[in-house]
């Protein structure tokens, strides 16, 4: 292996999205100016995973197995770890808030204090299986002062916090982690793929203007709202593509695999849209007739599924009390949103602006054209958050180095001197001069005591 391999080795994070119709497997790293920089890209069809849920552990292992040494070849490199997406019908969020009673009010409240009121909401009592997944600041309360976004440095006694608080079950978790160590790579983190989308195609001008995110995947619909630059709301709709795909199967008695040709070749989310209503021919099975179906009939089928999926939509930015402070509008990001005349359903059905999420504004001069898709948004956000972890990582490291190097060095410093200088001292000559002649005096005394002649009165 050469030095090239090596270096790229050791500083590339890599993104793994495990998907309904897809798994996919990206390599990168920050270039000079900031910018994602990616190396290595690998993607191959998904059977395993059903709306987003591993049900199959043997395919889901292949699979990953494959975009994984796809993205390998590519980058030159060996992966050992990768930053891992979730998602799933399972998803569920909820508000809580908490509370803290800090001992000192002249203290500054540090990121300590923050970081023990994330740790008391792991331990909310939550149902049988599930697990918390992400704690995300909204507010802070400092001593009765509201709507603080960051309380670090100032002082009080009282600090309180809502949280957004999102949960899934533990064996849907434990099963993406089976699924990766089965094939010899470790998880480093774990991240919920409408929080990785999100990252990825929302700039952060429009988080802070609010606006609703939609990701429409092969098996579930991801909503993320963001409303000054917070995650607000998240909720997870179980239709996708899939869906549709199912739709015109039956609706046009094709099989599956025409059903997608049909959607993705000539198939329109808005059916007034289509003047042309060219005939398309369907061959029959097994030297059967030929079927017929007009394109407008096919953009019927679909626009009528996609009008559910956005029924859902406005109903959870309703649920989430919103509705009227989203001045982004709703960016649609996701495989689902490749599909002809979208944004214009979207923006007729929920009356808000929409546009398409394509997620190429972090990415470095020179991007390789295949991942400017939005079929790609949840993969590259999944690699910007690892990226982001990585540092972290590496600066939590440097840290511990630093304080256990000073720790060293005290305990050095506080160590007593051994008295090697008093040892030498009783082993020089001069020393033993002065021991002998005060033997010396005292043989004089003792002999002139002797010889000294005997009192008087004693005779």
């Known amino acids: ?116 009121l994330v740790n008391d909401m792991f331990k909310l009592v ?43 079950q533990i064996s849907a978790t434990n099963n993406i982690h089976r699924c990766v160590e089965r094939t010899g790579l470790k998880v480093e983190s774990m991240t919920l793929e409408p929080i990785a989308s999100a990252h990825a195609v929302l700039s952060d001008e429009e988080k802070e203007a609010g606006i609703a995110l939609v990701d429409i995947g092969g098996g579930t619909t991801d909503i993320t709202i963001f409303y000054e630059g ?29 059903a997608e040709q049909l959607k993705v070749k000539f198939g329109s989310a808005l059916s007034d849209e289509v003047f042309d209503n ?77 546009r398409i999420g394509i997620p190429v504004e972090h990415l470095g001069h020179g991007y390789l054209e295949q991942v400017a898709s939005p079929i790609y948004s949840t993969a590259i956000g999944l690699l910007m958050n690892g990226i982001l972890h990585e540092s972290e990582r590496v600066s939590v490291e440097v840290q511990q180095a630093v304080e256990v190097k000073a720790k060293e060095q005290v305990v050095v410093e506080s160590k007593p001197q051994e008295p090697v200088l008093a040892v030498e001292e009783t082993s020089k000559p001069a020393n033993t001069a002065t021991g002998g002649k005060w033997l010396e005096s005292i043989f004089k005394k003792t002999k002139e005591w002797f010889e000294a002649e005997p009192d008087v009165d004693l005779k």
């Not at 995973?49 to 292949?62: D, L, P, S, W, Y």
């Not at 939550?126 to 976004?149: A, S």
């Not at 982004?328 to 359903?345: F, Q, S």
Request: charged share 25%.
């Open 1 to 116: 292996m050469n030095d090239a391999i090596k270096h790229a080795s050791t500083d590339l994070v890599v993104a793994l999205d495990i998907g309904t119709t897809k798994v996919c497997a990206l390599a990168g790293r920050k270039n000079e100016h900031g910018k994602l920089e990616i190396i290595g890209v690998g993607k191959v069809d998904s059977v395993g995973v059903m709306r987003g849920v591993v049900t199959n552990i043997e395919k889901t292992v292949n699979a990953i197995y494959e975009a994984i040494s796809g993205a390998e070849r590519m980058s030159k490199s060996k992966f050992t770890r990768v930053h891992v997406g979730i998602a799933g019908q399972h998803i569920k969020s909820l508000q809580h808030r908490g509370i803290l009673t800090r001992d000192n009010d002249h203290t500054e409240i540090s990121q300590k204090d923050i970081q023990r």
């Open 126 to 168: 939550l149902p049988p299986g599930d697990k918390i997944l992400h704690v995300i600041p909204q507010e802070f309360t400092v001593d009765n002062e509201q709507g603080i976004v960051d309380p670090i440095g100032m002082s009080g006694v009282r600090l309180e916090a809502n949280f957004h608080i999102i949960t899934g």
């Open 230 to 258: 917070i995650i607000r709301h998240t909720a997870v709709i179980p239709f996708g593509g899939n869906v549709i795909t199912s739709d015109i199967k039956e609706g046009c008695a094709v099989m599956q695999h025409q």
């Open 278 to 354: 060219r005939i398309i021919t369907i061959p029959g099975i097994k030297g059967r007739d030929y079927k017929e179906i007009s394109e407008k009939n096919l953009s019927r089928i679909i626009q009528a599924r996609m009008e559910e999926i956005f029924d859902y939509v406005v109903w959870e930015i309703r649920r989430s009390g919103y509705e009227r402070k989203l001045i982004g509008g709703i960016v649609l990001t996701g495989g689902g949103a490749l599909m002809k005349d979208i944004e214009k359903l979207c923006e007729f059905h929920t009356g808000m602006s929409a």
